[in-house]
């Protein structure tokens, strides 16, 4: 089994900077891609950043320039820096990861808790 748990949400003025971890916890054999989503009010669950194994990244247009994601994979965590800050940005920030679990052939997706970001204007 493996666990994920956000943390570094808070409130934050616009144009502020907010920085998320994500930590992968378990019995892991080996962690794939790791993504951040978010959800805001009403609002679908959407990407918002991704990474693979290897370090390659794949960013939401309308974050793409101010958030960074990136990974330590000696820690098993995901981070998403995020700057500059909009009002539009608030939404519950969730911690995506395809996991191998020990003794498994396969690997399963995983989602953690999800951690809210609140920018005000």
């Known amino acids: 089994q493996v666990q994920l748990v956000e943390s570094g949400g808070g409130l934050v003025q616009a144009g502020g900077s907010l920085r998320l971890s994500c930590a992968a916890s378990?019995?892991?054999?080996?962690?794939?891609?790791m993504s951040w989503y978010r959800q805001g009010p009403g609002k679908q669950r959407e990407l918002v950043a991704s990474?693979?194994?290897?370090?390659?990244?794949i960013y939401a247009d309308g974050v793409k320039g101010r958030f960074t994601i990136s990974r330590d994979n000696a820690k098993n965590t995901v981070y998403l820096q995020m700057n500059s800050l909009k009002p539009e940005d608030t939404a519950a920030y969730y911690c995506?990861?395809?996991?191998?679990?020990?003794?498994?052939?396969?690997?399963?997706?995983?989602w953690g808790q999800g951690t809210q970001v609140t920018v005000s204007s």
């Open positions: 990474i693979t194994s290897g370090g390659a990244t």
């Open positions: 378990g019995s892991i054999f080996g962690l794939n891609g």
């Open positions: 995506n990861a395809h996991a191998v679990v020990t003794g498994k052939l396969y690997g399963t997706t995983y």
